[in-house]
């Protein structure tokens, strides 16, 4: 039996309306690129061998303070040793040429050529300078001052024109200075102490001169630090003076005038017809 138009245009709204809605539905089903999460990158890492110490410079290095770690690639230093073969392979009795921190990552820039001796340039910093004074037994600590250790600059000088008397003045010149060496000493691998006649230090340029007019003006003196006091401390400066005794005068002395002292004795003549004698006899007062 057909069917009649009203029916047949009920059904098609019907089945449109059905399909609009399971169009709507599935769009709002799909998921939205914006929350799409990119896939993830892989990092690439390489070996690398890593301190596991504090190794000063100019020491020769042990393969057992080191360990073998995985960096990101871009991160690994030129010259970066891969295993402990790759830096024997490099060459027997490899010396530091710099200061390595645990935790670096050990490259060849940080190490002399084979054979080579770690001059003193290399332990300079950027922008400081090596500045050699004179020192005694006293003004260098005993002699207990060893390269690397830390050290504050006292200056003394005598403030006053020698007329009036001594004045001494003592200053803080320099703080938290380090030692570069004693006399042609560098090692900081050391331990021996000894008495030495010249310090060499590391300072900025500002304070090489302030040394230089100093050591031609007065003494110079070291103080030692701990090695774990990097702390700065203000310090007046301490004067000492002592007078001269001013020249006590004297008034003189006149002398005076002698009393006429009464004889002890008289004289007496005795008178004989014509002889004459002279007799002395004591007088009583």
């Known amino acids: 039996m057909p069917l009649s138009p009203l029916v047949t245009l009920v059904l098609s709204i019907v089945f449109g309306a059905a ?9 709002n089903a799909s998921p939205d690129e914006s929350d799409q999460q990119p896939a993830p990158v892989e990092v690439q890492k390489a070996p690398v061998l890593v301190a596991t110490r ?32 790759a830096l ?5 009795d490899r010396r530091t040429l710099i200061n390595i921190s645990a935790g670096d990552v050990l ?5 002399l050529a084979p054979g080579m001796r770690a001059s003193l340039s290399a332990k300079i910093q950027p922008g400081y300078r090596a500045f050699t004074i004179r020192t005694t037994d006293v003004s260098g600590v005993g002699g207990f001052v060893l ?3 830390r050290v504050d600059v006292i200056f003394t ?20 200075v380090e030692v570069l060496g004693v006399d042609l000493n560098d090692d900081m691998t050391g331990e021996e102490t000894r008495t030495f006649e010249t310090a060499t230090l590391a300072v900025a340029l500002d304070e090489a001169q302030r040394l230089s007019v100093a050591s031609q003006s007065g003494t ?3 103080a030692l630090r701990g090695s774990a006091d990097e702390a700065y401390q203000q310090a007046e400066a301490v004067r000492l003076r002592e007078e001269k005794p001013e020249p006590r005068q004297v008034a003189a002395v006149r002398p005076q005038p002698a009393t ?10 005795v008178i004989l017809g014509e002889q004459v004698n002279e007799h002395t006899v004591p007088v009583s007062h």
């Open 220 to 222: 110079l003196s070291l």
């Open 19 to 27: 399909a609009l809605l399971g169009t709507h539905l599935w769009l």
């Open 107 to 111: 490259s060849e820039p940080m190490l």
């Open 157 to 176: 000088e005598d403030a006053t024109p020698q007329s009036t008397g001594l004045s001494l003045v003592s200053n803080v010149l320099l703080q938290n």
């Open 88 to 92: 024997e392979a490099s060459g027997e």
């Open 260 to 269: 006429p002292r009464e004889p002890d004795s008289s004289t007496i003549e």
């Open 147 to 149: 390269p690397g250790d």
């Open 54 to 85: 504090d190794i000063p410079r100019g020491t020769n290095l042990s393969p057992a303070w080191f360990n073998v770690e995985e960096r990101i690639v871009d991160a690994v230093p030129r010259g970066a040793f891969g295993s402990v073969e």
